[in-house]
C-alpha cells in the first residue's frame, strides 16, 4: 500500500520543477537548523533522517528509499530539525518548498495524493514508536521483523536497523546470532 503511495506521489511530483542531486554514501543533504527552501525526493540510494543525542548516539527518525519524500513534515517548518544523511549512493529530485505549497493549494488531486502519502507515513512512525517502546533486542527485533514481512535484509545494513530500533549494533548482532543458532 505504501509503494501504491510512493508510486502516485512519484507521478504527480514529477510535474514540479526539479533538480538532480546526486549523493555519495555518507554525504549529508541537510543539517539540523538549516532553512528549509528545497524538498527531496529519493530517486535511488536511501537517506535516513537522524537526530543525535546527547550521549552521541543517533536515532533513525526515517529511511528513505526510492519514491520516499525526505523529511515531510519540513514543508510547514522554517528550519529543518534533524539531519538528512546517505546512507548508500543515489540520487534525489530536489523542488522548491513554495512549488510544493503552491501545487498543494492549487490541485485537490495531488493534495488527496499527499494526505495518502502523510497517513502512510504516520502508520509507519507508529510502528516505529511502538517498536522502541518495547523493553528487549529480541522483541524490538521481532517486531522490526513483522513489520517488514520477517525479511531481514543484507549484513551491510544492519547498523542502520540497530539505530532504527534504538539499540546498539552490537546487541542486535548477538541477537541476530543467537536466532541463526536456534
Same mark, same amino acid.
Given at each position: ?52 543525542? #546527547?550521549? *552521541?548516539? $543517533?536515532?533513525?527518525?526515517? %529511511? ?6 525526505? +523529511?515531510?513534515? &519540513?514543508? /510547514? !517548518? ?9 546512507? #548508500?549512493? *543515489?540520487? $534525489?529530485?530536489?523542488?522548491? %518548498? ?6 498543494? +493549494?492549487?490541485? &485537490?488531486? /495531488? !493534495? ?71
Amino acid at each position: 500500500m505504501i509503494v501504491i503511495m510512493h508510486d502516485r506521489n512519484t507521478t504527480l511530483l514529477r510535474e514540479l520543477p526539479s533538480v538532480g542531486v546526486a549523493f555519495d554514501a555518507g554525504q549529508v543533504l541537510f543539517a539540523s537548523g538549516d532553512k528549509v527552501d528545497r524538498m527531496y525526493q529519493v530517486v535511488l540510494g536511501e537517506v535516513q533522517l537522524m537526530r543525535h543525542q #546527547r550521549d *552521541g548516539t $543517533a536515532l533513525v527518525l526515517q %529511511r528513505a528509499g526510492p519514491g520516499c519524500l525526505v +523529511a515531510e513534515a &519540513s514543508l /510547514f !517548518a522554517d528550519r529543518y530539525h534533524c539531519d538528512a544523511l546517505a546512507v #548508500r549512493q *543515489g540520487e $534525489a529530485r530536489s523542488f522548491s %518548498r513554495q512549488s510544493m505549497k503552491d501545487r498543494l +493549494a492549487a490541485d &485537490s488531486s /495531488f !493534495a488527496q495524493a499527499w494526505m495518502a502519502y502523510l497517513s502512510g507515513e504516520v502508520q509507519a512512525a507508529r510502528a516505529r514508536a511502538e517498536i522502541l517502546s518495547l523493553k528487549t533486542v529480541s522483541s524490538r527485533l521481532e517486531a522490526w521483523l513483522a513489520w517488514h514481512d520477517g525479511v531481514l535484509p543484507a549484513k551491510g545494513t544492519w547498523k542502520s536497523i540497530a539505530a532504527e530500533i534504538g539499540v546498539s549494533a552490537e546487541a542486535l548482532y548477538r541477537e541476530i546470532g543467537r536466532r541463526r543458532d536456534r
